[in-house]
């Protein structure tokens, strides 16, 4: 991991973001690279061995801010077979998210250079970080927020949401840590207020 963009007097006008190196397995992309370079037979065994352990995927996870206009809402048309409204989603990536994204790959370019990396692929567009939050915001004022610090929600007394939901941004890091350390102050409070009820 390169941890070296986590932090900086440029968060004021771009995200943070964590590189992550990873030398995971690698076949699928070395075989589809070695067949369009035409090997076959033993040569294309031989070249899938090559790519396979000389592949490295950069990948990053990028910084998203709060912003009002990405939001879900309850489906006026769509239900489940409970009749429990299916979510409608609006998410716009923040621009300050798509500088932190322009900048990651400024840097994955240059690392490139510096590992002499050849047979670069890059994926289009944006992928998801796989850390959804933000559906069940926290904060202390009912009007723009869902749950307060305790991950209470502010319009019913007796309902709690421990949840990646509650987290106002996305930051860098993998999220399900502070998701349990939230469970377990949710317990405690719980338990504070069952012993004397
Ligand atoms: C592909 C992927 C990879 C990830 N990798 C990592 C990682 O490496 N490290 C990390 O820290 N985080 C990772 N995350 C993020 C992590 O999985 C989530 O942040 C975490 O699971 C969120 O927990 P949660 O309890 O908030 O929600 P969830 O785990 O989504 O739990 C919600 C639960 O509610 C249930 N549910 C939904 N609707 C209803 C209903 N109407 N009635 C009853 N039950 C319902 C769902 O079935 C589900 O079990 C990853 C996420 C994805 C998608």
């Not at 869902?146 to 929600?153: I, L, M, P, S, Y």
């Not at 509650?166 to 502070?178: A, D, P, Y």
Request: proline content about 5%.
């Amino acid at each position: 991991m390169i941890d070296n963009f986590r932090d900086g007097d440029w968060r004021n006008e771009r995200g943070a973001y964590l590189v992550h190196m990873v030398d995971d397995n690698q076949v699928d992309l070395a075989t589809q690279l070695a067949i369009s370079k035409g090997y076959v037979g033993r040569d294309l065994e031989e070249q899938i061995r090559y790519l396979a352990s000389h592949t490295v995927r950069l990948f990053s996870h990028n910084e998203a801010l709060p912003d009002p206009d990405n939001r879900l809402t309850l489906s006026k048309t769509n239900k489940d077979i409970l009749g429990i409204p299916h979510p409608d989603v609006y998410y716009k990536l923040p621009e300050y998210t798509v500088k932190s994204c322009d900048h990651t790959r400024k840097v994955f370019k240059e690392l490139i250079g510096l590992m002499h990396g050849t047979d670069e692929q890059w994926t289009p567009g944006y992928f998801p970080q796989d850390h959804p939050s933000g559906s069940t915001i926290m904060g202390t004022d009912p009007k723009d927020s869902v749950v307060d610090g305790h991950c209470r929600t502010h319009d019913h007394e007796n309902l709690f949401i421990a949840s990646s939901s509650v987290f106002s941004t996305v930051g860098t890091g993998n999220i399900t840590l502070t998701v349990a350390a939230l469970a377990l102050r949710v317990a405690d409070t719980l338990k504070k207020e069952l012993l004397h009820a």
